[in-house]
């Protein structure tokens, strides 16, 4: 396993114990990838360390897999934004929209507003601007999506796929959850250790800060790559599309922002958003507060790969090396990095559970175990 976040960890597991010996390598100090959670020691917040990761699921399955080894504490997502001058909650409900139009409809007549405000000639919505005008018209587009995604993209929601909105629900009512999924929560001791339950199996070994490297391949019948796409193959087709975060780190007493999570929807605020991280864990105590200033920008190439970008020049790329990874054997390309996806947390678990059965079922009857998990564009 090439790669100590959730589908490594996963996929180790599942091997483990079915037989298989593991070896999971990491370039990294600390497991979970870009999930990895740790205390401040300064403050003793749990930080996610890489940006906020929250887990919501519809799938029982995961959901009951990720109990085995974490107890969950509940928590809501409830995002707020900055926009214009005022406080708006997120995702649009009946809240913002009547605070934004200072008005005092019930669901029906919100719902017949909003429809007098889309451009209901989109039909069928390819870009982010056409999703965004055709299911809240330009003036909340404007304030809470056009400047917010111009930012964190780089580029004008009008070269963005429709599918980066459809992420977000709009309500007609007064519930503010973040996600529409039937199961959400926090892990009580965060995602680090998680992970490292998940892992902790007498058939896996775990060597940190190790790079993948030819001889270790040679010591294994199969790979399990969850590393870039591009990066197996040293990038010789060129570099697939990234944006990376950076994180402005501060500590402070107290409450510094009252939520979570404060979005900034105007292009001219440099800044997507700041998280204030011991509200993730609202089932703790802590004098001290952790905050981390987000901004996205070009994923260079010493820089963390967090959201593939996946537009036209990207697609026709990844087209290529999906034909270079499907031509090489004994390896197989798992994972948001892997299969160049902008995945949540419970579908990479998903999909490293499918991938864990669809090798065993191979090894079982003796076929080639390449599973190949990236998906027809
Ligand atoms: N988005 C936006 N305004 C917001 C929040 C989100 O325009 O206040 C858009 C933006 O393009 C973002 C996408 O919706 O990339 C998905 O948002 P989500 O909160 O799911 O992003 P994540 O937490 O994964 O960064």
Request: aromatic share 12%.
């Amino acid at each position: 396993m090439v790669g100590a976040g959730f589908s490594g960890a996963v996929l180790g597991r599942e091997l483990a114990d079915a037989g298989h010996q593991i070896t999971v390598i990491d370039t990294r100090a600390h497991v979970a990838g870009n999930c990895h959670t740790q205390r401040c020691a300064q403050t003793g917040v749990m930080v996610h360390v890489y940006g906020p990761h929250i887990f919501h699921t519809d799938d029982a399955g995961v959901w009951d897999y990720v109990q085995q080894f974490a107890t969950f504490e509940p928590y809501k997502n409830r995002v707020k934004t900055t926009a214009q001058g005022q406080v708006f909650s997120l995702p649009i409900n009946l809240h913002t929209i009547n605070q934004f139009y200072g008005k005092t409809m019930n669901p029906a007549e919100a719902r017949a507003f909003i429809e007098t405000q889309a451009d209901t000639s989109i039909t069928d919505p390819q870009t982010f601007e056409e999703q965004a005008l055709r299911f809240v018209g330009p003036d909340l587009y404007d304030a809470f999506f056009k400047g917010y995604t111009q930012k964190q993209w780089g580029c004008s929601p009008r070269d963005l796929p429709a599918s980066i909105l459809k992420r977000l629900p709009v309500r007609f009512n007064y519930d503010d959850n973040y996600f529409m999924h039937k199961n959400q929560g926090m892990p009580r001791d965060g995602y680090t250790d998680l992970v490292a339950r998940i892992l902790d199996h007498p058939g896996i070994t775990v060597h940190l800060e190790t790079t993948f490297t030819p001889e270790i391949a040679a010591q294994h019948d199969h790979v399990f790559w969850s590393g870039p796409l591009d990066g197996y193959f040293d990038y010789r087709l060129g570099r697939l599309g990234y944006r990376t975060l950076d994180f402005e780190r501060t500590t402070a007493q107290g409450d510094a922002q009252g939520c979570a999570v404060m979005n900034y929807g105007d292009e001219d605020v440099p800044h997507t958003r700041i998280t204030e991280h011991k509200h993730f864990s609202p089932w703790e105590e802590h004098e001290g507060t952790v905050l981390y200033v987000e901004r996205a920008r070009a994923c260079e190439p010493d820089d963390i790969p967090y959201y593939p970008i996946r537009m036209v020049e990207e697609k026709a790329l990844l087209r290529d090396y999906i034909a270079l990874a499907e031509a090489s054997e004994g390896v197989t390309f798992v994972g948001r990095l892997g299969t160049y996806r902008y995945l949540d947390m419970d579908v990479t678990i998903r999909e490293a559970l499918n991938a864990a059965d669809a090798f065993k079922e191979a090894h079982a009857i003796g076929t080639r175990p390449d599973v190949f998990a990236v998906p027809p564009l």
